[in-house]
């Protein structure tokens, strides 16, 4: 009777085992279904992150060109700006001396009407 005890008891743990182990390759599966997972998205991630580098860097070429034509607009306003303050100081310069022209243009004007005053009165002066 002691044997078919061990017998019984052998079998219990056996089967007891058996499940375990069951148990165990189930979970280890499970595990690397896991880790086959991780692995694919791992890679999925390092081709994103590698798209948006590439992404970044066409975004860096296209802010340097940018930078390259804004600085070259930059320079052209500047030489407008430049010409437009010397074409304004020119406009003043000339309007100074079209005023000044004039100016010198009134005085005999006004000579010649004061004498044409003179002559008037000498003129009613002589015919009294």
């Not at 056996?14 to 499970?30: C, G, S």
């Not at 430049?82 to 000339?94: F, L, N, P």
């Not at 079209?98 to 005053?117: F, Q």
Request: charged share 40%.
């Amino acid at each position: 009777m002691a044997g078919v005890i061990t017998t019984e008891a052998s079998k219990c743990k056996i089967q007891v085992l058996q499940q375990h182990a069951d148990k165990t390759d189930e979970r280890a599966e499970r595990l690397e279904r896991e880790v086959e997972a991780e692995h694919c998205a791992r890679k999925q991630a390092e081709a994103e992150v590698a798209s948006l580098n590439q992404h970044i860097q066409l975004v860096e070429e296209e802010l340097d060109q940018a930078q390259e034509h804004l600085a070259a607009a930059l320079q052209k306003l500047e030489k407008v700006k430049k010409a437009e303050d010397e074409r304004e100081w020119t406009v003043k310069s000339i309007e100074n001396r079209a005023l000044k022209h004039e100016e010198k243009m009134d005085l005999p004007e006004i000579k010649l009407n004061k004498t044409n005053h003179i002559n008037e009165q000498a003129n009613q002066k002589y015919e009294k």
